[in-house]
Nanobody, 118 residues
Framework: QVQLVESGGGLVQPGGSLRLSCVAS????????MRWYRQLPGKEREWVAT????????SYADSVKGRFTISRDNPKNTMYLQMNSLKPEDTAIYYC???????????WGQGTQVTVSS
């Protein structure tokens, strides 16, 4: 049974930082491209960042470029999102997603709430 479990969300003041984690189980982690998405209140889920299965390449949405950093630790089956200089508009539920490199399989986590407010 595949599970993706996010953690690290919470309440932070504008300008603050948080680090999200996504721990995967039940899959061969280094066979999956990993992504972060977020869903703002009343809006559709939007892509935030991607990291390749080896971790050698990353990409970011323009709205977070230069502030967020995606990384992964394959031996620990864990992906991270370091979020700095947080803004109120970053308030959302953050989800991790695993996309297989060899099949059409994909998996979502349950999400973690991030709230940026003074």
């Amino acid at each position: 049974q595949v599970q993706l479990v996010e953690s690290g969300g919470g309440l932070v003041q504008p300008g603050g930082s948080l680090r999200l984690s996504c721990v995967a189980s039940g899959l061969t982690f280094n066979y999956y491209i990993m992504r972060w998405y977020r869903q703002l209140p009343g809006k559709e889920r939007e892509w935030v960042a991607t990291i390749t299965n080896s971790g050698s390449s990353t990409s970011y949405a323009d709205s977070v470029k230069g502030r967020f950093t995606i990384s992964r630790d394959n031996p620990k089956n864990t992906m991270y999102l370091q979020m700095n200089s947080l803004k109120p508009e970053d308030t959302a539920i953050y989800y991790c997603k695993a996309d297989s490199t060899s099949t059409t399989l994909y998996y979502w986590g349950q999400g973690t709430q991030v709230t940026v407010s003074s």
